[in-house]
T-cell receptor, first 109, second 113 residues
């Protein structure tokens, strides 16, 4: 069945360093790839998304890249700050979302 | 502020009891979803709705029922709660199907003892 693998499950970085989270999807028909940030005790919040006709998208310190041939996409956070500490989820979608299992990012001050 | 509101935020049930989780959105979204979140398993879709009066099963529908009598509300019911239904439940809504971002509520933490 449809599947999205997300790595790593936990990631610790020093403040100011970059963080990269990677996801691989199984269904080549997937055409929409959102990323969500979930802070403790809150619901997931959309932070960036990319569609299959685009290879890269950037929004300030956050960027997402998509490689359709390899069926993987990645979230890049530059100049990390303590407030970036959260759980991040990727998803791949044709109709319904298929979520990854999440990455807990810790930014160490 | 516009968004998705879930009630209650916390609830403890005894095995066999029933309850209804309420979700309301004020963004005029057609599509609404109920997810459960368990440690290490991410977000799993329970039921969803593509419009007022419609519902459909998701990935893990057993033990749950839903209703969408009004466009802005999506109710999740547990008829006979089991310890396996201890989880955090999230409601979400979206403007479009599949290629649009979801707006999530803040969640309901349910414990079944």
């Amino acid at each position: 069945g449809e599947n999205v693998e997300q790595h790593p499950s936990t990631l610790s970085v020093q403040e100011g360093d970059s963080a990269v989270i990677k996801c691989t999807y199984s269904d080549s028909a997937s055409n929409y790839f959102p990323w969500y940030k979930q802070e403790l005790g809150k619901g997931p919040q959309l932070i960036i998304d990319i569609r299959s006709n685009v290879g890269e998208k950037k929004d300030q310190r956050i960027a997402v890249t998509l490689n359709k041939t390899a069926k993987h996409f990645s979230l890049h956070i530059t100049e990390t700050q303590p407030e970036d500490s959260a759980v991040y989820f990727c998803a791949a979608s044709i109709s319904k979302y298929i979520f990854g299992t999440g990455t807990r990012l810790k930014v160490l001050a | 502020n516009a968004g998705v509101t879930q009630t209650p935020k916390f609830r403890v049930l005894k095995t066999g009891q029933s309850m209804t989780l309420l979700c309301a959105q004020d963004m005029n979204h057609e599509y609404m979803y109920w997810y459960r979140q368990d440690p290490g398993m991410g977000l799993r879709l329970i039921h969803y709705s593509v419009g007022e009066g419609t519902t459909a099963k998701g990935e893990v529908p057993d033990g749950y029922n839903v209703s969408r009598l009004k466009k802005q509300n999506f109710l999740l019911g547990l008829e006979s709660a089991a310890p396996s239904q201890t989880s955090v439940y999230f409601c979400a809504s979206s403007y479009s199907w599949g290629n649009y971002g979801y707006t999530f509520g803040s969640g309901t933490r349910l414990t079944v003892v």
